[in-house]
DNA sequence: TAGGCCATCTGGTCCT
DNA sequence: AGGACCAGATGGCCTA
């Protein structure tokens, strides 16, 4: 029941030049289809059978528009967490950032071996192994394929970073 | 051109 | 009731 796409909710939506993913890429204002007429969520008749309170279609469109707001600035502080993960797991400079499925996926990497350094400390069996890129114990799925070069680079990177870190 | 990655919109659901 | 969260859809940008 997706709507072709949205309103072109007249705000600025620059997405406030972040440059997001590979390399420089400026994202414009996301363009709308003119013809599109957001759905309303419960028609006026229906609300009035209900007895709820009459919501005009300008005010649902205010709604709406407050909405998607929050929810552009909800990603940009998600995006903002994922920038900060970047700057604290240790990888191979890249000329392009990494992506979000590669941030998590060496994060999870980075953890993992931060846990095998404590256990090694305190003298217990090392709980993951990593072998040709393959992390322990999980299911190694499509994504993590996706990111296996980077893993063999990373972990390496990982334990050294670790065992020079005191 | 295809495929990957991403931002944004949208409506449903959950929570306060 | 209203906001937060979530996932699907859509379309733009970029690279191979």
Redesign the pocket.
Known sequence: ???????Q?S?E????G?S??????????????PS?Q??P?LSAQAAQKKG??RVSARERNL??????????M???SL?DAFEQLRQVIPHVKME?KL????TLTLAKNYIMALTNVICDMRGEEKPYTFVDGESSGENNNDEDI?VENLEENNNSSCQRDLETRD
């Open positions: 029941m997706k709507q072709p796409s949205g309103n909710s705000e939506s620059s997405s406030d972040e997001c993913g590979r390399g420089k890429r400026k994202r414009t204002a996301r363009r709308l289809s599109y957001p759905t969520m709820k309170r709604r709406r528009l407050e909405s998607n707001e929050r929810e552009r909800r990603m940009h995006n392009r992506s979000k499925i590669e996706e």
